[in-house]
């Protein structure tokens, strides 16, 4: 069983709608909570990061955490065609100074005009 | 524009040889991570650096190698090369050596062993 789980899509929504993207994880001793963009043949792209449990929101962007049941969610409003692209959950557990980064296999998601 | 750059950009080769990818960090970034992306294993932590020094190992293989020089630029060494080391590799950078909510990811090398 991997780490972190994330349901890859695709993921088809029209313009405006609100997707809600997931992951679950297994490792408890992850506290850092990440969530990147990557388009097509670019390197992934930090859009929101959270410490431990609660919410936090950025502009469009909310990011969920509850570590109570291992589950972590990014949710986008207003959905533009530009948020088309593939989207990556990311873990920490900084424990013995490994810092490293536990990725989601990645969601794809597509916003139709 | 993360402010970490890689090169080359492209990269194809034959089984057997050796390939030396090279990134520079962000100005001001002392920490270096470097990742695999392939197909069926997703984006996997190879390695990090802080200051010159090996801080974090994750599933790298024996053929591979890095470093970080005192200008803090990074090389990454692939040798003895297997077509299933073709991917694409990423060089992340963040300030310090926490690297949790702040790694910036460059542009990736695509490797395609042949």
């Known amino acids: 069983q991997k780490e972190v789980e994330q349901d890859p899509g695709p993921l088809s929504v029209p313009e405006g709608a609100i997707v809600s993207l997931n992951c679950t994880y297994s490792?408890?001793?992850?506290?850092?909570f990440m969530w990147y963009r990557q388009y097509s043949r670019k390197g992934p792209e930090l859009l929101m990061y959270?410490?431990?449990?609660g919410n936090k929101e950025d502009g469009r962007f909310t990011a969920q955490v509850d570590k109570s049941s291992k589950y972590i969610s990014l949710f986008i409003r207003d959905s533009q065609p530009s948020d088309s692209a593939t989207y990556l959950c990311a873990m920490s557990a900084d424990m013995d100074s490994s810092y490293k980064l536990i990725f989601g296999s990645g969601t794809r998601l597509l916003v139709r005009p | 524009d993360s402010g970490v750059t890689q090169t080359p950009k492209h990269l194809i080769t034959a089984t057997g040889q050796r390939v030396t990818l090279r990134c520079s960090p962000r100005s001001g970034d002392l920490s270096v991570y470097w990742y695999q992306q392939s197909l069926d294993q997703g984006l996997q932590f190879l390695i990090q650096?802080?200051?010159?020094?090996?801080?974090a190992k994750g599933n790298i293989l024996e053929r591979f190698s890095a470093q970080q020089f005192p200008d803090l630029h990074s090389e990454l060494n692939l040798s003895s090369l297997e077509l299933g080391d073709s991917a694409l590799y990423f060089c992340a950078s963040s300030r310090g050596q926490r690297g949790w909510g702040e790694q910036f990811f460059g542009p990736g090398t695509r490797l395609t062993v042949l």
């Open positions: 650096y802080y200051n010159g020094e090996e801080r």
């Open positions: 959270t410490y431990s449990s």
């Open positions: 490792n408890s001793a992850f506290q850092y």
